[in-house]
């Protein structure tokens, strides 16, 4: 055996449970280099082959063909030899011909991205040797065709001319079935398939003015070069400048011997699992076909059987197959070929064992002896996941660091929202698609007003938006889709905290509200009719689909327990009601890091206080309104206080333009004037005074409060009465009383006072006390440039992320969806930054800020409560810049915490 010192030209062999590389060696001999030499080192039989490096592949862009050859020519000649020697077939032979795969492979995968050559080395004459081998004659001449055709796309660069022309090799087969009347290539006959491959060279000949190559060693030679250059191809130029992979890599090119699974009864192939991928179970389970090609296996063409007979009986009675007829024509490997099925049920552990996780395996019988074709990391659900992750730290083949490194926090929410029936989604149709803005499944009738979301009892709410007046309809629907609007629309944001499942920015929706018409993917539906909404997927599905109640796990809390036990940040909620609060408490939240007191205006019962106030001309006015709002503020608070005992709950004093709260519809508009006994006009004009250009930049956060002091006055008393009220019944609160949309010392400063002096007002009155905390939410840059000076008079920091990225990007929340999309698919932008906070940009802010606010006050508590604070990057950030807490919307606190205890991991 060679062993890596000896010094190597770039040639790296493997198989004959042997390899000169390893695993680490990702870099040089690219992912699936590193893999296959890792396999066999381990004693794995995988089909024997070589790796040419990545290094090769930089020197060949350097130095061109010829010095190229020159250098690896003895290597990879000696390496064909040797993988003749393992197989026992020599290369180019016309009775016993090896066949070679040649693929690409960087050190990360690129699906797709470059490019594969098949059955290299078939010519007329090893076409021979093969139909002897396999008895197969079929099987020979289709894979003469196919590699022909494969060969000239990728080799020879026969491509379609232009944009609009078939690929020439297409347009053949197609011609070929319309003569014959068939519609699949199965149905070719022999016949065909040599009339195919005549017919292939022709148009070979025709287009290069050469001939097919024919000599093995040709072949062989243009073929690595060819990989080599994909390297530099469109697409893969194109998917590496996405993902910012430096030109230098280059590709490694892994050239392997062709095995069959199909050389008769004693031959085979199939796909296999370590565990259930889909429940997590230990158990050793896949598929296979007798006599078959890599491909039959999931072409679906024949029933594939299954690997264990204990797979193969709870098989045949889900598809109600007798005991006999499943012995007979449907046995499990581990009944027909018992030898194999040892073997592979032995490798299956070993390779587990090996990588410490789940694996995904392919493999091939090729007459009797088994090959392992490839292992990786098997994909997975939730909850397997979460069940295999804790399973390994059980079994002791993992640490607890690692077990949590290996839950991909986004996937825990497959275990908190209701999911689509797995089955009956594979037979659903997909009219549109959306942003997945909040997740889980929903199926329902379509309302198009969020005040008829009751006419139904599942119903899903399709709006072109939403805004604050449909949120108590949204409360009531099963699901809401909009048509404009990104990810933290007011749509995404409102159903995330509500964990309602939500499709948001589906712009090819049309919607007729005055027709109560939806036009969807040549779909017409009217309100009533049955839609289907995925909002993991930002799927919306014709008509009924079926959903199932999620089921939270033992392994769950245990994986939230053990995230606990590292994290250093807290995880907090954003919530607005008791509900919300306490399902947020059931998940792990340690308080509330924004209550936006705004959402309890809406409600029926309190809208029109709240316009009244709006409405009024004076300040006496204001407070009379002001006065009946505050019975009911308090009782909210209480609620809220109540769910959260013991912890921190921050209430954010009101931040929108207030003409959000006003009626814009004429009918309403009438009702507002009479109910207020005011002339319509007066309404009008009010409504007309209140709208502006830019809202999200006119009379809203801080500066209502301040133009407007009777409204602080009244929500700090209802908050402090509330805090009182409890202290009486023995329940500990810890109010935060926060001031939105700071930009400047003096406008913290006069909040506070105002603040200050009503709560010395209340416990006067009251006769006690209760302590509270006031502090400033971070949203407009200005604030984190003088965060020093706002900290000598604040006592806590709330980074508002949503606000500080519109302000600092200068993207307006509600209108980015019109170019976002463009800036990702060019890569303008990497991640929407209204979903994934920008570090280098507007983190920047937070870390400054939190770095001068801290200058002042060096026990400064700084958490963060826009959206940001429950995506997984964006909280290790937090981490990193040492915030205390993160605050998110209720079904994204598991998310948070697991990400938080990374963090530290990671760290
Ligand atoms: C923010 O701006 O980040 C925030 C939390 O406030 P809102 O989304 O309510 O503007
Ligand atoms: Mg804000």
């Not at 045949?316 to 007798?322: I, M, P, S």
């Not at 309809?473 to 509500?498: D, E, F, P, Q, Y």
């Not at 006055?713 to 023995?730: D, P, S, V, Y």
């Not at 965060?787 to 000598?792: F, K, L, M, T």
Request: hydrophobic residues 40%; negative net charge; aromatic residues 8%.
């Amino acid at each position: 055996m060679k062993t890596i010192t000896e010094k190597k030209q770039g040639v790296y062999t493997f198989g004959a449970k042997t390899a000169d590389g390893n695993r680490n060696m990702k870099n040089l001999l690219g992912g699936k280099g590193a893999n296959l030499a890792e396999m066999s080192r381990i004693g794995i039989p995988v089909p024997p082959g070589f790796t040419i490096t990545t290094e090769v592949c930089t020197q060949y862009n350097q130095e061109g063909k010829k010095a190229t050859i020159a250098r690896i020519e003895e290597e990879v000649r000696a390496a064909i030899a040797g993988i003749e020697a393992t197989m026992g077939t020599t290369f180019g032979d016309n009775q016993n011909p090896l066949l070679l795969s040649v693929r690409s492979g960087a050190r990360v995968s690129m699906p797709g991205m470059m490019d594969t050559v098949l059955n290299l080395g078939l010519n007329d004459d090893s076409l021979q040797g093969i139909i002897q081998m396999t008895g197969n004659e079929r099987f020979a001449w289709d894979s003469y065709r196919r590699f022909i055709q494969m060969y000239s796309g990728v080799v020879l660069g026969l491509k379609p001319e232009t944009k609009q022309d078939l690929d020439p090799f297409e347009e053949i087969i197609d011609h070929l079935k319309d003569k014959r009347g068939i519609l699949h290539d199965t149905q070719f006959s022999v016949q065909d398939l040599k009339d195919l491959v005549y017919d292939f060279k022709d148009i070979v000949r025709k287009r290069s003015g050469q001939e097919f190559p024919t000599d093995p060693w040709d072949q062989l030679w243009r073929a690595i070069l060819a990989v080599f250059d994909s390297w530099n191809g469109e697409r893969a130029v194109y998917y590496r400048k996405m993902n910012g992979y430096p030109e230098d890599w280059g590709t490694a090119v892994n050239v392997q011997a062709m095995v069959f699974g199909n050389m008769g009864e004693d031959s085979g192939t199939g796909v296999c699992f370590t565990r259930d991928a889909g429940s997590g179970e230990n158990k050793f389970n896949g598929e296979y076909l007798i006599n078959a090609q890599g491909e039959d296996v999931v072409a679906g063409v024949r029933t594939p059987q299954q690997i264990t007979l204990l797979g193969s009986k709870r098989w045949a009675q889900l598809a109600q197959v007798t005991e006999e007829e499943r012995k007979e024509k449907y046995p499990s490997l581990e009944e027909l070929m018992p030898v194999s099925y040892r073997e592979l049920f032995e490798y299956q552990r070993i390779l587990e064992n090996h990588y410490q996780d789940m694996q995904d395996m392919e493999f091939t019988i090729q007459k009797g002896k088994l090959w392992i074709l490839q292992t990786r990391n098997g994909k997975r659900t939730g909850f397997a996941m979460v069940k295999i992750a804790m399973d390994l730290l059980k079994e002791g083949l993992i640490d607890k660091e690692t077990a949590l490194l290996r839950i991909d926090p986004p996937k825990l929410d497959e275990l908190l929202h209701p999911v689509f029936d797995p089955e009956a989604l594979k037979e659903a149709e997909v009219v549109a698609q959306g942003l997945p803005a909040s997740p889980g499944a929903a199926t329902g009738q379509i309302v198009f007003f969020a005040d008829e979301a009751a006419k139904y009892k599942y119903s899903i709410l399709v709006r072109v938006e939403t805004s604050p007046e449909d949120v108590e309809g949204m409360h009531l629907a099963k699901g809401i889709v909009t048509a404009r609007g990104g990810m933290t629309s007011h749509a995404a944001v409102v159903a995330r905290g509500m964990g309602k499942c939500c499709v948001s920015g589906a712009g090819a929706l049309k919607i007729d509200y005055k027709n109560r018409t939806l036009y969807a993917g040549g779909h017409e539906y009217h309100e009533g009719d049955w839609i289907s909404i995925n909002g993991s997927t930002g799927n919306i599905l014709d008509g009924k689909v079926a959903t199932r109640e999620p089921e939270l796990s033992g392994e769950f809390a245990e994986v939230m327990e053990l995230a606990d036990s590292f994290a250093r940040m807290e995880v907090r909620t954003n919530a607005d009601n008791p509900r919300d609060a306490a399902v947020a408490r059931s998940f792990g939240a340690r308080g509330i890091g924004l209550t936006r007191t705004e959402h309890m205006f809406f409600e029926v019962d309190r809208i029109k206080a709240m316009r009244e106030m709006i409405l009024a001309d004076t300040v006496k006015g204001r407070k009379q309104a002001l006065r009946e709002l505050l019975p009911m503020q308090r009782s909210d608070f209480e609620g809220i206080f109540r769910a959260m005992e013991g912890l921190p709950v921050t209430i954010r004093l009101l931040d929108p333009p207030l003409h959000e709260f006003v009626p814009h519809q004429l009918a309403t508009q009438k009702e507002l004037a009479e109910d207020l006994h005011i002339s319509l006009a007066s309404v009008k004009s009010k409504v007309a005074e209140l709208e502006e250009f830019n809202p999200m930049l006119g009379h809203r956060g801080c500066r209502l409060g301040n133009t407007y002091p009777e409204i602080t006055e009244m929500q700090t008393r209802a908050i402090l009465e509330a805090a009182l009220n409890l202290k009486k019944e023995g329940i500990t609160t810890r109010p935060e009383i926060m001031i939105p949309l700071v930009g400047t010392v003096e406008e913290f400063t006069q909040q506070k006072a105002i603040i200050d002096q009503t709560a010395s007002d209340v416990f006067k009155r009251r006769k006690d006390t209760v302590e509270y905390l006031v502090g400033t939410m971070v949203e407009v840059p200005r604030a984190a440039l003088l965060a020093d000076r706002i900290a000598e008079h604040a006592e806590f920091f709330s980074f508002g992320t949503n606000d500080l990225t519109q302000m600092t990007f200068g993207y307006s929340r509600d209108d980015s969806g019109k170019f976002l999309p463009v800036y990702l698919a060019k890569g303008i932008l990497k991640e929407d930054p209204f979903e994934v906070l920008d570090q280098e940009g507007v983190g920047q802010l937070v870390k400054m800020g939190t770095e001068r606010g801290r200058q002042t006050r060096s026990h400064l508590k700084v958490g963060i409560c826009g959206e940001h604070g429950g995506e997984p990057s964006s909280v290790e950030f937090c981490h990193r810049i040492g915030l205390d807490y993160v605050s998110c919307s209720p079904y994204r606190v598991p998310i948070a915490r697991v990400a938080a205890a990374q963090a530290v991991i990671r760290g």
